[in-house]
């Protein structure tokens, strides 16, 4: 499911649009392990990092909740696979984008699990750009005070965003520590280790979940790989042609 999300995100990157390319490859290792493994009937998946919708887009398609030939009409007009998730698309809960929502967002959910004595998990992806939001943060210490142990907030540590490296624009280290005294149970994972990641995203048993997940921006690809300028980007066919070769030669070598 990995491989495949990276051969799509590539082909909609090489569209007259372009996509958010960079982003949507360091966080399909992540979602390839969220929809295959974990997400059961009745969870919920909340992209707070909307710009990944390519990604996304891959999955729904492997799921058949979407046909797999829409995603070549991917940003196009009158496509419904816009640049971020529209609500009204088969799996996708909110529309997000606008950053720092999605895990407010999310904690309404799992709140109102709570109250109707269910037991279903929520599971929110964030950017660590976007952990740069004060709503992130006043979303976090609500989640510590009512100790929601269904859910789960993944973190794609990539450490770049559209401006350059996070620690630069505004830091967030100590990440793990912060996190920590709001109350959450942090796990710090390979965010490109598929049996680590089995092993990290499941929610606790007693408060919620940050799962600060160390990822590459653009991974797969050595030319978008650790660029900030691979954020967003418009591949011509012969760089189409270099990713997918790239990927190819990656899964040969047993690499996610």
Not at 191 to 216: E, K, M
């Amino acid at each position: 499911m990995a491989r495949r999300i990276r051969q799509d995100v590539i082909r909609m990157a090489g569209s007259p649009e372009g996509a958010h390319v960079g982003g949507s490859l360091s966080c399909a290792d992540l979602l390839a392990v969220l929809y295959a493994d974990l997400l059961r009937p009745g969870d919920s998946f909340v992209l707070s990092k909307g710009h990944a919708a390519p990604a996304l887009y891959s999955v729904l398609a492997q799921l058949g909740r979407i046909p797999a030939e829409e995603l070549a009409d991917f940003a196009r007009p009158h496509s419904r696979l816009f640049g971020h998730p529209p609500a009204d698309l088969p799996g996708v809960e909110f529309a997000t984008g606008s950053l720092g929502h999605g895990l407010g967002l999310s904690i309404g959910l799992a709140l109102a699990e709570r109250l109707h004595g269910g037991d279903r998990h929520v599971y929110t992806l964030l950017g660590d750009g976007e952990l740069q939001e004060g709503s992130i943060w006043e979303a976090a210490l609500l989640a510590g005070h009512q100790r929601l142990s269904g859910l789960v907030a993944v973190i794609d540590r990539n450490g770049l965003q559209i401006t350059g490296r996070t620690e630069d624009c505004v830091g967030l280290e100590p990440l793990d520590a912060k996190f920590a005294a709001f109350g959450w149970e942090v796990r710090v994972v390979d965010g490109h280790d598929i049996a680590a990641l089995r092993h990290a995203l499941p929610p606790s048993a007693n408060r919620p979940v940050a799962v600060i997940a160390r990822t590459v921006k653009g991974r797969g690809v050595p030319f978008l790989e650790h660029r900030a300028a691979g954020h967003y980007a418009k591949l011509k066919p012969v760089l189409v042609q270099r990713a997918m070769a790239a990927l190819q030669r990656s899964t040969s070598e047993g690499n996610s």
